[in-house]
């Protein structure tokens, strides 16, 4: 059974860094590109990153672009978002998802909260 558990989110202040990690199990993780996904409270989801297999090409949405940088450890079947200079609207439960920008499975864990306040 497929399992995606995502962990590392919490309370900073704006223009910290949080290193959100997604341990994958229950299918070859190997084989699949990997995105992060967010919901700030009272909006949708929204597309945040994505990696493809190998870890070789990545792509971000421009609000977070040169801010976050996502990575994965095929070895330890892990995902991460390294998150730098956060900003209040990166507020959002933070969700890892297999798929692509264009493709991705709904959320299926309970994502990590990550909460950027004074």
């Known amino acids: 059974q497929m399992q995606l558990v995502e962990s590392g989110g919490g309370l900073v202040q704006p223009g910290g860094s949080l290193r959100l990690s997604c341990a994958a199990s229950?299918?070859?993780?190997?084989?699949?590109?990997m995105t992060w996904v967010r919901q700030a409270p009272g909006k949708g989801l929204e597309w945040v990153s994505s990696i493809d297999s190998d870890g070789s090409n990545t792509v971000y949405e421009n609000s977070v672009k040169g801010r976050f940088t996502i990575s994965r450890d095929n070895a330890k079947t892990t995902l991460y978002l390294q998150m730098n200079s956060l900003k209040y609207e990166d507020t959002a439960v933070y969700y890892c998802v297999k798929g692509s920008r264009s493709w991705y499975d709904p959320p299926g864990g309970q994502g990590t909260q990550v909460t950027v306040s004074s």
């Open positions: 229950g299918f070859t993780f190997s084989s699949y590109y």
